[in-house]
C-alpha cells in the first residue's frame, strides 16, 4: 500500500484527474473541495475506500489545519501533497477590483504557504514526502487580463525553489509543474483564450489532464529529483 496523497481542489477539473490517478496507484486519498460537496462525493465513490473529501478552503490556514488534523487522526501520515486548488479573475488590472486580487492570491499562492504550514510536520514524521504545486505558463510569460493569476503562479516558483532548498534536509522534495491549457470549468470560461492556446501549440490541441495527472504518478515514483518546474506544454 502506498502513503496517503492529499489532493486540493480535487472535485473538478485537473484535481479531480490527479485524485483518481494517485487513487489507481494506491495512494489513500484526501481530497479538497470549497464548494461542489457532490462532485467532491461522486470522486469518493469512484476512488472507493478509503478516499476521503474534506471541505475547507485553502486560503485560510485555520481550515487547512483543521484538514490535515482530520488525515492525522485518521492515517498518521502524508506522503504527498498536490497544490492544486486554484482560481482566475480575469480583467485588466487598471479596473481590477482590490477584492479579486486578493482572492486569487489567497487561493493560488498563500494556498500552498498554509497547506506547507499544516502537511510539512506530518511529512516529516513520515520521513519525508513530495509536494507538488500547480503553476501555469502564465506565470511565465504573463497574459494580459491575468495580473493576480499571472503574479500568484509566478510566485509560486519562486515558493517552490525555497522550499526544495528548505525541506532537502528531511527528504521532503518539491517541484512545480506548469500544465498546457485544458478544456476544464476554468479553460472554458475564457474561449478566446482557449483557441489560441490551441492555434499556438505545435501539436495544433489543448492539454489533457489526463496526461498531466500521469506524469505526477510518475513524479511521485521518484526519489532524486527536486527544485524542478516542468513545462508540460505543447507551447514554445
Ligand atoms: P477548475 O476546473 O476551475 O477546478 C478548480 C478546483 O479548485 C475545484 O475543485 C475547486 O473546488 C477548487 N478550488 C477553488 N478555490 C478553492 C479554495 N479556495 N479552496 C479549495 N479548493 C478550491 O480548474 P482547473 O482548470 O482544474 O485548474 C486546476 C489547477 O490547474 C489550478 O491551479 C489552475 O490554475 C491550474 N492550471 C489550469 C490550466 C487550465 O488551462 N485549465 C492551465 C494551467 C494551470 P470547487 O469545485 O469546490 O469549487
Known amino acids: 500500500m502506498h502513503g496517503v496523497a492529499v489532493v486540493t481542489g480535487a472535485s473538478r477539473g485537473l484535481g479531480r484527474e490527479i485524485a483518481l490517478a494517485l487513487g489507481r496507484q494506491g495512494y489513500r486519498i484526501a481530497l479538497n473541495y470549497i464548494h461542489s460537496e457532490k462532485e467532491a462525493s461522486d470522486v469518493v465513490l469512484a476512488l472507493g475506500e478509503p478516499a476521503i473529501a ?3 478552503d485553502v486560503g485560510i490556514l485555520r481550515e487547512v489545519e483543521t484538514m490535515a488534523g482530520i488525515i ?3 492515517w498518521g501520515r502524508i506522503d504527498a501533497v498536490i497544490n492544486n486548488a486554484g482560481i482566475a479573475r480575469d480583467g485588466l488590472l487598471i479596473k ?24 510539512v510536520p506530518l511529512m516529516i514524521k513520515a520521513g519525508g514526502g513530495q509536494i507538488v504545486n ?5 506565470g511565465l510569460k504573463g497574459k494580459a487580463g491575468q495580473s493576480a493569476y499571472s503574479a500568484s503562479k509566478a510566485a509560486l516558483l519562486g515558493l517552490t525553489y525555497t522550499l526544495a532548498r528548505e525541506l532537502a534536509e528531511y527528504n521532503i522534495r518539491v517541484n512545480a509543474l506548469l500544465p498546457g491549457y485544458m478544456p476544464t470549468d476554468m479553460g472554458l470560461n475564457a474561449m478566446d483564450a482557449m483557441k489560441k492556446a490551441s492555434e499556438e501549440s ?3 490541441k489543448l ?4 496526461d498531466i495527472a500521469q506524469f505526477i504518478s510518475y513524479l511521485l515514483t521518484t526519489s532524486n529529483i527536486t527544485g524542478q518546474v516542468f513545462n508540460l506544454d505543447g507551447r514554445i
Open 54 to 56: 474534506l471541505k475547507a
Open 72 to 74: 492525522s487522526n485518521r
Open 96 to 119: 481590477y477590483r482590490e477584492e479579486d486580487w486578493d482572492e486569487v492570491v489567497n487561493t493560488n499562492l498563500k494556498g500552498c504557504f498554509n497547506t506547507t504550514k499544516a502537511f
Open 134 to 138: 500547480i503553476s501555469s505558463y502564465s
Open 202 to 204: 505545435l501539436l495544433k
Open 207 to 210: 492539454s489533457e489532464p489526463q
